[in-house]
């Protein structure tokens, strides 16, 4: 049952079907995310305005961190069960996966400058989200460089695996050394956060969950027609009119 | 002994051979032949373990246990794998090492002097020509003893005494209940009858 | 009878790792030349450093464990395709996967074989840099400490890098897009430990958490590297 859909021809119109309502899905929960965040909910009395920025850099963070994780989960499907399709999933989520990570650097380098007066303070989390940034170029990198698609499979997914082990490690010394050289230390949005600007934040990070499956999903579909363009089924999809 | 059944191999777009099945019985030889690309260097790979079909299995003993068949195999890749730093007997003693069969420094002169290379054993193998690069291989599978013989173009660059030896080792090989899988282009001159495969 | 050897039912992992151990270092020793280059450069990309900063000692003195320890990772790098090129290139490589031995214990022979080469002669010529920076006599010690406790570890995340990029285009640089991240705590904790003494903070628990890194490496990476090399040779 669960691996009949295993199988990317039958996945290839699932992913078809599935895409556009998450694609959606994400439109609304942006709208209302952005909505609850910008307009309903208050101002900050330290910060001001500028804390609003935290309803996408705080999603995205998680979101980078989170696509690395379900990278590795299809890493170990594809080592142990040898599916070709998880394989391909993980090359469809990485580039988002990098965006996300790329966007929550570039929206706390935004964010620190009103508040601590400077683009890059080497806090802890950023730095940690910089390697995790270094990790998908890695990923992808290697993933590209390799011709033969079966071997570039593998190697991504032991690639992808030993990052896994390696990002709380990163984590865990990015924060050891922080402390020992007493940088800033952020704690996003003050320790009290009102109802409302919590609920936006999570609608947030709804909206940019829904959006990162529909762009996988998509990209997955573009990339089982690649793969698979030689095989029956393929040729008959693009024979019908 | 070896058997092999529905062997597909791929390589990117291209299937390079489909449903292939095979079966050699001790002292057999099988000869691949076929046009470059064909697949025999694939072929022979598949058949030692180191890349796997895209489906189908290969039996050693009746049995589908890789680590098991390659206790008992030799293969021998188109390039002679030797260190250009190390001496022939340096290369062989490795070699062996690595093949679980150390042999004394004597038996190694030995076979080092069946292949006709015995004035060149302490030279460094950056002087060897590719022929006799072939013979330092020859060496090793007569040292080495393996059941399962695996050759990628074991003649190429081979001289005619090179090829008469070459053919002497295998026919004894195979007299003594051995097997052979070999890729060739030319003709062989064994005594022994060899069964053809062709891609 | 047949005189063909029959396989032997089990085999002994050590052999395997010794014979590995013995060939590289053999090599090694023959091309001696070739191995020194990651220590000169490594010596060489340090003393830059004072000229980009400036010759102030005291300054160059806090900052010297970092660039010994960025300079060390570098050197690294420079030696990391060595370990897996030559043995693929000449079908070595296959040869060591359908070894008697399993191809995990050849792996660990490599690495050990490549600390030996690169690791320990860095930790070893560390001083020399010292000197340049201006550390005094204790420090010192703390350094190559650190870095023959940390090293190990470079070598082993570089084995897999260089396994996993066998046959890809470009490798040099690709290792090194791999590798850099994750040497990161690495260099946290090996610098860390030599700042950390400077400053008359416990060291200990850096370096502890640099020998518990390599002892858990030590466990680990022979299969991970023996999984990179099956994947590279499919």
């Not at chain 2, 070459?166 to 060739?184: K, M």
């Not at chain 3, 690495?186 to 390599?214: Q, R, Y």
Request: aromatic residues 8%; charged residues 15%; glycine residues 8%.
């Amino acid at each position: 049952m669960l691996f009949k859909y295993a199988s990317p021809a039958s996945f290839y119109p699932l992913a078809g079907k599935l895409a556009p309502v998450f694609a959606v899905i994400a439109l609304v929960l942006t709208a209302v995310g952005l909505y609850q965040g910008f307009i309903i909910a208050p101002t900050d009395f330290q910060q001001g305005e500028v804390y609003r920025i935290i309803f996408i850099h705080v999603p995205s963070a998680w979101m980078g961190m989170f696509i690395y994780l379900v990278m590795a989960m299809y890493a170990c499907l594809a080592l142990v069960f040898n599916t070709r399709l998880s394989a391909m999933m993980m090359q469809a989520l990485a580039p988002t996966g990098a965006i996300m990570t790329a966007i929550a650097l570039w929206t706390g380098a935004l964010w620190g400058k009103p508040t601590w007066g400077t683009y890059w303070a080497w806090d802890a989390r950023m730095t940690s989200t910089l390697f995790l940034l270094f990790l998908y170029f890695g990923y992808m990198a290697l993933d590209n460089a390799i011709e033969d698609r079966r071997r570039a499979d593998k190697a991504g997914a032991l690639l992808v695996l030993v990052g896994v082990v390696n990002v709380p490690i990163i984590y865990f010394s990015v924060r050891w050394w922080n402390t020992l050289h007493q940088g800033a230390t952020v704690v996003p949005g003050s320790s009290k956060m009102a109802d409302t600007m919590l609920a936006a934040m999570m609608v947030m990070t709804f909206a940019m969950w829904a959006y990162a499956i529909a762009v996988a999903l998509w990209r997955v579909r573009g990339i089982i027609l690649e793969r698979e363009k030689n095989t029956a089924w393929v040729q008959e999809l693009l024979d019908r009119p | 002994m070896l058997s092999a059944a529905g062997l597909t191999c791929q390589r990117g777009d291209a299937v390079l051979f489909r449903d292939l099945g095979l079966e050699l019985a001790a002292g057999e030889a099988l000869l691949v032949r076929g046009p470059n690309g064909s697949g025999k260097t694939s072929l022979l790979r598949i058949l030692a373990g180191i890349a796997a079909p895209a489906a189908g299995e290969v039996r050693w003993r009746a049995s589908p246990d890789r680590a098991a068949r390659q206790l008992e195999t030799a293969y021998q890749g188109h390039t002679a794998p030797l260190k250009d730093e190390l001496t022939v007997v340096e290369n062989l003693d490795f070699a062996l090492a690595l093949d679980g069969a150390p042999k004394s420094r004597a038996d190694i002169l030995d076979a080092v002097q069946e292949v006709g290379l015995a004035s060149r054993r302490n030279l460094p193998a950056r002087h060897l020509s590719q022929g006799q690069r072939r013979r330092v291989g020859l060496a090793r599978l007569v040292l080495a003893r393996r059941r399962l013989w695996l050759l990628d173009e074991p003649a190429t660059a081979l001289d005619a005494a090179g090829l008469t030896l070459f053919c002497d080792v295998l026919d004894r090989h195979l007299a003594q209940g051995g097997l052979a899988v070999l890729s060739t282009h030319q003709p062989l001159p064994l005594a022994h009858p060899a069964r053809e495969l062709n891609l | 009878m047949n005189a063909m050897a029959e396989p032997e039912a089990e085999f002994a992992v050590l052999p395997g790792f010794v014979a590995v151990l013995r060939r590289d270092l053999l090599l090694a020793w023959r091309t001696r030349a070739e191995i020194a280059q990651p220590v000169i450069f490594f010596i060489m990309v340090a003393s830059l450093f004072p000229l980009g900063i400036g010759a102030d000692m005291k300054l160059l003195a806090r900052v010297g464990a970092g660039v010994v320890w960025a300079c060390g990772v570098l050197a690294t790098l420079l030696s990391l395709p060595r370990i897996f090129a030559q043995d693929h290139a000449d079908g070595t490589l296959e040869q060591m996967a359908l070894s008697a031995y399993p191809l995990s214990a050849i792996a660990g022979g490599k690495l050990a074989a490549h600390w030996l080469t690169t690791g320990l002669p860095l930790s070893l010529t560390a001083p020399v840099i010292g000197l340049q920076f201006g550390m005094d006599a204790p420090t010192q010690g703390v350094l190559v400490l650190s870095l023959l406790i940390g090293s190990p570890i470079l070598s082993m995340i570089g084995a897999i890098a260089a396994a996993l990029t066998l046959g890809a285009r470009g490798q040099s640089l690709l290792i090194a897009l791999l590798v850099l991240p994750l040497y990161v705590p690495v260099v946290i904790f090996g610098a860390g430990a030599v700042e950390s003494f400077g400053a008359g903070i416990d060291h200990g628990a850096h370096l502890a958490l640099l020998g518990a890194g390599t002892l858990a490496g030590l466990v680990a990476t022979p299969f991970v590297v023996a999984a990179a090399i099956r994947i590279a040779l499919d």
